[in-house]
């Protein structure tokens, strides 16, 4: 049990110190992005978890960008989202897989409309 804290701890402490400098230099959508994956890996769904976390995060700062390219990234994230959620709730998968298709969406279309 203890090995296991120690282990989590270790990986936790590297992870935001290889993320911090990183983060502090880039732009909005890097600084997402960044941040994102450490919480996926963080998060102990490993390189699914770091993609996703990436994914979203840059989304996230793209669509916090100010002027043009903000607001083409906010456009972009509200197609996303609905086409996203429109395949998620068409998988099978419910209110559930809806929704997780609007976040990646969302993020998605925030991301190639930036």
């Known amino acids: 049990?203890?090995?296991?804290?120690?282990?989590?701890?270790?990986?936790v402490l590297t992870s935001v110190t290889l993320a911090m400098p990183a983060a502090a230099h880039a732009?909005?959508?890097?600084?997402?992005?960044v941040l994102g994956a450490a919480v996926g890996v963080l998060s102990g769904n490993g390189l699914k978890?770091?993609?996703?976390?990436?994914?979203?995060?840059?989304g996230l700062g793209a669509v916090g960008q100010k002027g043009y390219k903000g607001y083409k990234a906010r456009e972009g994230a509200k197609t996303g989202a609905v086409l996203g959620a429109g395949l998620g709730l068409l998988s099978g998968n419910g209110i559930e897989g809806a929704l997780k298709g609007a976040v990646i969406g969302g993020a998605g279309g925030a991301l190639l409309n930036q």
Request: hydrophobic fraction near 45%.
């Open 1 to 11: 049990m203890r090995k296991g804290i120690s282990r989590t701890l270790l990986v």
């Open 49 to 58: 978890g770091a993609i996703g976390g990436a994914v979203v995060g840059g």
């Open 27 to 33: 732009g909005k959508v890097k600084r997402g992005a």
